[in-house]
């Protein structure tokens, strides 16, 4: 692993879900969209395989952010990883991966695919680029979703968000399906940004194809 850092701060952004602060090295830079490695340094821990997150800070800030669902069921990394403290410290690895902005485009996401496009929105913010983009989100109840109103403010009419275990006004219930898919995007020319699950990933690009998406303007980690 290449950097060594320490936990700054965390706190929960759903009840399953933690944002974690940490100091960041020096000489580490990512771009939006980019995961990386982290390693808990700790016994036990410290000489397991690095797990993958995404930064879902911005690359000019003084900090890190990563944006962690926890799984307790598994016993793993995510487990011991929200129950880490001020102080404690993580083995950061060089950042990789295929996700980044392109062009104007949908971002389409499943509960904690939604990292990638935290960093990407964040820095399109930043850079005063918020027009043509559009947003459909899948989680299974509303208390599942992660940094909702930073979503809404940031893609207004244009985010739809889809609960697969709860049927709430305001929200679609069910999948996202090729149907919702029609009935929603605007434009199937432009980027189609895709994070979730495998299967949701694969879902999402036979979908997408079948309603005219060129491969080419399929973006994913691959
Ligand atoms: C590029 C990339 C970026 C990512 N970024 C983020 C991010 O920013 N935020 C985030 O929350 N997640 C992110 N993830 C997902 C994250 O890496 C995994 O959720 C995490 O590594 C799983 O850790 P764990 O606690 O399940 O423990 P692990 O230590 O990986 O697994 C512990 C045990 O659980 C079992 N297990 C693992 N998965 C399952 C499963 N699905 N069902 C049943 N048992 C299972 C394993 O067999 C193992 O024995 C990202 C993934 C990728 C590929």
Same mark, same amino acid.
């Given at each position: 692993?290449?950097?060594?850092?320490?936990?700054?701060?965390?706190?929960?952004?759903?009840? /399953?879900?933690?944002?974690? $602060?940490?100091?960041?090295?020096e000489?580490?830079?990512?771009?939006? !969209?980019?995961?990386?490695?982290?390693?808990?340094?700790k016994?036990?821990?410290?000489?397991e395989?690095?797990?993958p997150?995404?930064?879902?800070?911005?690359?000019?800030?003084?900090?890190?952010?990563?944006? $962690?669902?926890?799984?307790?069921?598994?016993?793993?990394?995510?487990e011991?990883?929200? &129950?880490?403290?001020?102080?404690?410290?993580?083995? $950061?690895?060089?950042?990789f991966?295929? +996700?980044?902005?392109?062009?104007?485009?949908?971002? +389409?996401a499943?509960?904690? &695919?939604?990292?990638?496009?935290?960093?990407?929105?964040? @820095?399109?913010?930043?850079?005063?680029?918020?027009g043509?983009?559009?947003?459909?989100?899948?989680?299974?109840?509303?208390?599942?979703?992660?940094?909702?109103?930073?979503?809404? @403010?940031?893609? !207004?009419?244009?985010?739809?968000?889809?609960?697969?275990?709860?049927?709430?006004?305001?929200?679609? @219930?069910?999948? $996202?399906?090729s149907?919702?898919?029609r009935?929603?995007?605007?434009?199937?020319?432009?980027?189609?940004?895709?994070?979730?699950?495998?299967?949701?990933v694969? /879902?999402?690009?036979?979908?997408?194809?079948?309603?005219?998406?060129?491969?080419?303007?399929?973006?994913?980690?691959?």
């Amino acid at each position: 692993m290449k950097y060594k850092s320490s936990i700054l701060m965390t706190e929960f952004v759903t009840h /399953d879900v933690k944002r974690f $602060i940490i100091g960041k090295p020096e000489n580490f830079i990512h771009e939006p !969209g980019q995961g990386v490695e982290l390693v808990i340094n700790k016994q036990r821990w410290k000489d397991e395989e690095g797990r993958p997150f995404t930064p879902t800070s911005l690359p000019h800030d003084q900090v890190l952010e990563f944006t $962690i669902k926890c799984y307790p069921g598994h016993h793993g990394v995510t487990e011991k990883l929200h &129950g880490l403290q001020p102080g404690d410290e993580l083995f $950061i690895s060089e950042p990789f991966g295929t +996700i980044r902005y392109k062009g104007p485009g949908v971002f +389409i996401a499943a509960g904690a &695919g939604i990292t990638p496009f935290l960093g990407i929105c964040r @820095h399109l913010v930043s850079r005063g680029n918020t027009g043509n983009h559009q947003l459909l989100f899948a989680n299974k109840t509303k208390n599942d979703i992660i940094c909702e109103k930073e979503l809404r @403010h940031f893609f !207004g009419a244009d985010s739809f968000f889809i609960l697969s275990k709860e049927n709430t006004p305001g929200y679609y @219930h069910g999948r $996202i399906t090729s149907e919702l898919l029609r009935e929603t995007v605007s434009d199937f020319s432009h980027y189609f940004y895709v994070c979730g699950p495998e299967g949701f990933v694969t /879902d999402m690009h036979v979908a997408l194809q079948s309603l005219g998406a060129e491969v080419e303007s399929l973006v994913f980690e691959e």
